[in-house]
């Protein structure tokens, strides 16, 4: 049996780091930081750092109707959700994950973007972050 992402990269205090370094790098973006204004970042990193090691096979559950139901009020468009998914990538990436590794993060970022974005937009970034 392979072990999963999470496992293979230390698990929840390897990546409760990459998440706390994404959000000091959301929170110095011009472009994200305001979607964090009066938020409660320690839970937010919570949240965040169970559904990250979800998406690298940990044992946390999210579904899309609850990815949609948090960012509703958020009005995410294309290009912020874009933004994020390059500093996530870019974060990934100061910690040595593996090219592979990262694409398929990205991937399963993307794969929920149509629950995270909330802003339909003419223009829909074509992005391969």
């Known amino acids: 049996m392979s ?3 999470l496992d293979q990269y230390g698990g929840f205090p390897f990546l409760s780091r ?5 959000y000091d790098r959301a929170l110095d973006s011009d472009e994200l ?3 964090f204004e ?3 970042m320690r839970r937010l990193i919570d ?6 090691a979800f998406l690298l096979g940990g044992p946390a559950s999210y579904t899309n ?3 949609a139901r948090v960012h509703a009020h ?6 912020s959700f874009d933004v994020m998914i390059g500093t996530m990538r870019e974060t990934l990436e100061d910690f040595d ?5 990262i694409a398929t993060v990205v991937h399963e970022l993307r794969s929920r973007g149509p629950w995270i974005i909330t802003v339909p937009g003419a223009t829909e970034a074509a992005s391969t972050a």
């Open 18 to 22: 990459v998440v706390m370094s994404f």
């Open 3 to 5: 072990r999963s992402l």
């Open 38 to 40: 009066n938020v409660d």
């Open 74 to 79: 958020l009005h995410i468009d294309h290009a």
């Open 47 to 52: 949240h965040q750092t169970k559904f990250m």
């Open 65 to 67: 109707d609850h990815l």
């Open 97 to 101: 994950m593996d090219e592979a590794d």
């Open 33 to 35: 930081a305001p979607y």
